[in-house]
DNA sequence: TTGAAAGCGATACCAA
DNA sequence: TTGGTATCGCTTTCAA
């Protein structure tokens, strides 16, 4: 068995609860016994149960991050993602619970409030996100929506500026004299596409330029996402002479198409990534693409989350994080 | 507050252990009685406090994966990791504790297993393992080490056959007619690069070639690593025909810097990357590469771990999965 | 087949 | 400044 701190306690002929003080840095403590007691406690490597504080306190120092079961589909983005958060929170002192969603995502985050297996819960899960935010909104465990702005003004989010993004990606392009630029979306993140759609439709317009269907296509989900939907804008009547992809992988995937086809890009195809993951910069040429501080966006969602479970009453924490072009070598003047 | 078993058990003019065993599972209950307990429990939406019953039984049904702090710069290779683990845990219900190494790793190690917070843990760090590995073996945590061979015949580990794909490689560069092959490592993962320097050295040799140590150089760890060693190697006197790297992401720089320099990939220049990630489809060419198969890797160490807090008393469990050549479009006859 | 009660290992209140 | 004790919510003997 391991030690607890009534081996402490006896070791010391002291009681519990004044060991217990002890360790809690309660000021009613003689300091002579405080000594006593952080000695023995080192001396025998005692930490306390993990369970018994738990239960006792009501609060379990963990928190959720609820990540779709895709992750194998999101490699890089979520590794920094995931890093973001763990910053916050060994900070904190918070340790991280990673739950993958399953099929029935309410059963499963009712299990983890009813069970309170943790304090709060970042959710950055895509499907079902309305169902799963209308469940926890019913129950009383904090959480924070990563990734998505949520227009319902109760729920606290962190996300980056997406129509702002994405308008400085269409209005670098169109500055450079691009008027045939193509959108390689992925129709199943269908929140963030819509906001990026917006933005794409909104640039051509006030740049005066007509809206083409056909430049408009998704990507699918998979290992190359993006290389089959850029071949089949490849194959279009009139070519676009840019594309901005959904997320930096389908832009990837894109220049390796445009590559096979004896495509160059920038001189025949202007090539624009998001989210500036590290592999932006592993290409020939380098990504231009709207960087999202993915880092900065898991920190501060753990920095919110945490802030609600110091105290739930706190109003609603709602941020967008500026998006920012960054320009590298995919795109060029038309 | 959250409904308890009591709350059941009132409702239904029970007692709380009668309750407790109809929700388990035991035989001695009523039929009628259990359906009546196993209603309520659905309408109430109970579930047990997971503080509660861990501190009862001495099980968290959770397990802990340790993991490097630069996670951030293992992408995808972490991702796919992570995708095996989680797969295996959900069959087992079991949930993911997530941490992320600190300065002091054995100290975290210790108040993880002194505070009972996992049943088991997964060691994926590669800092300090030794020092990990022997006080894990002090304590009576359970533990299975994830991607490295250990010597210690007491120790579990899942990693994959690191000679075997290492000479695999040579054996491809060498058969097609290659002899001045390079070897870009990364010194800062001394376990895997000298299990993989050994396969480089005993190809060289047994195919009558001289070792030429100017054509084993690291790559450092950082955004773009392979980008600057790969450049050096291109600046020796008397270029390598072929490079072999530590990992995907290096090989993919190192095609970078391959192109940049106008070396052509696979022309003047084979390049082999090693752990098969997804991106190793995405560049051009098509990266040769070793496959690891991490996946199915974080899943079977979660077994292995599962196995162990089952019965910790079984004999070890050491399990060196197959690594795979798969020839693609980066590496060619001389 | 059911209920009463002990106990897991802490924290926190109240008295001394 | 310290000790005794109730309590958190469950599981699990032991009796009834």
Aim: glycine share 6%; net charge negative.
């Amino acid at each position: 068995m391991a030690v607890t701190i009534l081996d402490i306690a006896k070791h010391l002929d002291l009681s519990v609860s004044t060991v217990s003080r002890a360790l809690n840095g309660y000021g009613d403590v003689a300091k002579e016994t405080r000594k006593r007691v952080e000695e023995a406690a080192k001396e025998f490597d005692y930490h306390p149960s993990d369970a018994a504080r738990s239960l006792r306190q009501k609060r379990t120092n963990r928190v959720g991050l609820l990540i779709p079961s895709t992750i194998h589909y999101m490699g890089e983005f979520f590794s920094e993602l995931i890093r973001g958060v763990t910053l916050a929170l060994a900070e904190s002192g918070s340790n991280l619970m990673l739950y993958t969603t399953t099929t029935d995502e309410v059963a499963q985050l009712t299990r983890i409030c009813r069970a309170r297996e943790v304090d709060g819960i970042i959710l950055f899960s895509a499907d079902k996100l309305d169902e799963a935010i209308s469940f926890l909104k019913t129950e009383s465990l904090p959480f924070v929506v990563l990734g998505h702005s949520i227009n319902d003004p109760a729920v606290s989010f962190v996300a980056s500026d997406n129509r702002g993004g994405m308008m400085a990606a269409m209005q670098h392009l169109l500055s450079s004299g691009h008027s045939r630029i193509a959108y390689l979306a992925r129709y199943d993140q269908p929140r963030l596409h819509s906001q990026r759609l917006l933005s794409y439709q909104q640039a051509l317009t006030e740049a005066g330029l007509e809206i083409d269907g056909d430049l408009v296509t998704s990507a699918s989900i998979g290992t190359r996402t993006g290389y089959r939907a850029m071949n089949s804008l490849l194959d279009l009547p009139v070519l676009p002479t840019a594309v901005i992809a959904f997320n930096d992988q389908i832009a990837i995937n894109a220049l390796q198409a445009a590559s096979e086809r004896h495509v160059s890009v920038p001189d025949d195809l202007s090539i624009v990534g998001y989210n500036d993951i590290r592999s932006s910069l592993s290409t020939v040429p380098q990504l231009t693409t709207v960087r999202q501080p993915l880092s900065e966006m898991g920190k501060k969602a753990a920095e919110v989350l945490l802030s609600r479970v110091h105290d739930n009453d706190i109003p609603p924490i709602r941020t967008n994080l500026p998006a920012e072009l960054i320009i590298r070598g995919s795109t060029s003047h038309v």
